[in-house]
């Protein structure tokens, strides 16, 4: 696998709460350069990053993050305004709590609400799975796909713990047919990424991985 094969699944992403324009600006001429599934960014640079880049660089933003406190329709009209300042991509946090009261209902309600919210585009829905039982986990994979996600995503990477093979392998076991994998958080080395590819992971949710392979393009990692 070349270089760019793994970074053609790559969600470039800057999330840090200090994140300047400089630095997001950074971040999209290596998406541009490097062609990277997209650039994961906070909302509030949404708007300028599409003004700036156009189609030149796919835009992701999360909402409800990153604890997924917010509202129902607190999460759906910020789906709405980033879909509107130029967002492709929604990848939204589940409310835990929700998932921990057993009320799945509510979560398969809120994903659906989301994905009638967002039409088209990308929903990427957010599990934390640090904070989930192996039993919460399926339980949470079954309502993702009832509810009509495109994607699947471990984690926030600002939670106790990012991805985990363990958890994509359960994943995939538990989801519905056409709902991809995205695993987030963690994940630094070359050989995380091709393990997660080969595990069935569509997205990888990192922010190393430019650096890691830019000098490998075009070659076999």
Same mark, same amino acid.
């Given at each position: 696998?070349?270089?760019?094969? %793994?970074?053609?699944?790559? !969600?470039?992403? /800057?999330? $840090?709460?200090?994140?300047?324009?400089?630095?997001? =600006?950074?971040?999209?001429?290596?998406?541009? +350069? &490097?062609?990277?599934? $997209?650039?994961?960014?906070?909302?509030? &640079?949404?708007?300028?990053?599409?003004?700036?880049?156009?189609?030149?660089?796919?835009?992701?933003?999360?909402?409800?993050?990153? /604890?997924?406190?917010?509202?129902?329709?607190?999460?759906?009209?910020?789906?709405?305004?980033?879909?509107?300042?130029? #967002?492709?991509?929604?990848?939204?946090?589940?409310?835990?709590?929700?998932?921990?009261?057993?009320?799945?209902?509510?979560?398969?309600?809120?994903?659906?609400?989301?994905?009638?919210?967002?039409?088209?585009?990308?929903?990427?829905?957010?599990? *934390?799975?640090? &904070?989930?039982?192996?039993?919460?986990?399926?339980?949470?994979?079954?309502?993702?796909?009832?509810?009509? #996600?495109?994607?699947?995503?471990? $984690? +926030?990477?600002?939670?106790?713990?990012?991805? +985990?093979?363990? !958890?994509?392998?359960?994943?995939?076991?538990?989801?519905?047919?056409?709902?991809?994998? @995205?695993? #987030?958080?963690? %994940?630094?080395?070359? *050989? !995380?990424?091709?393990?997660?590819?080969?595990?069935?992971?569509? =997205?990888?949710?990192? $922010?190393? #991985?430019?650096?890691? /392979? @830019?000098? @490998?393009?075009?070659? *076999?990692?």
């Amino acid at each position: 696998m070349k270089g760019s094969e %793994i970074l053609a699944h790559v !969600d470039h992403t /800057l999330l $840090s709460p200090t994140a300047s324009w400089k630095e997001i =600006r950074a971040l999209c001429e290596e998406a541009k +350069t &490097y062609r990277t599934a $997209s650039v994961c960014i906070p909302a509030s &640079y949404v708007g300028r990053v599409h003004g700036e880049y156009g189609g030149a660089v796919n835009i992701c933003t999360v909402i409800g993050f990153p /604890l997924g406190h917010d509202t129902r329709d607190t999460k759906i009209f910020a789906a709405r305004k980033a879909i509107s300042d130029g #967002a492709s991509e929604i990848d939204c946090v589940i409310n835990i709590g929700d998932v921990k009261n057993g009320d799945l209902a509510r979560v398969r309600q809120e994903i659906a609400a989301l994905k009638d919210a967002v039409k088209d585009k990308i929903l990427k829905i957010i599990v *934390e799975t640090c &904070y989930l039982t192996e039993d919460e986990k399926i339980a949470v994979c079954l309502a993702v796909t009832e509810g009509g #996600a495109d994607y699947i995503k471990t $984690s +926030t990477g600002f939670g106790t713990a990012g991805a +985990t093979h363990e !958890d994509v392998l359960l994943m995939r076991e538990h989801v519905g047919r056409g709902v991809l994998i @995205k695993a #987030a958080g963690g %994940i630094r080395t070359t *050989e !995380d990424m091709k393990q997660y590819l080969a595990e069935g992971c569509d =997205r990888l949710g990192c $922010s190393a #991985a430019v650096k890691l /392979l @830019k000098d @490998k393009y075009d070659i *076999e990692v």
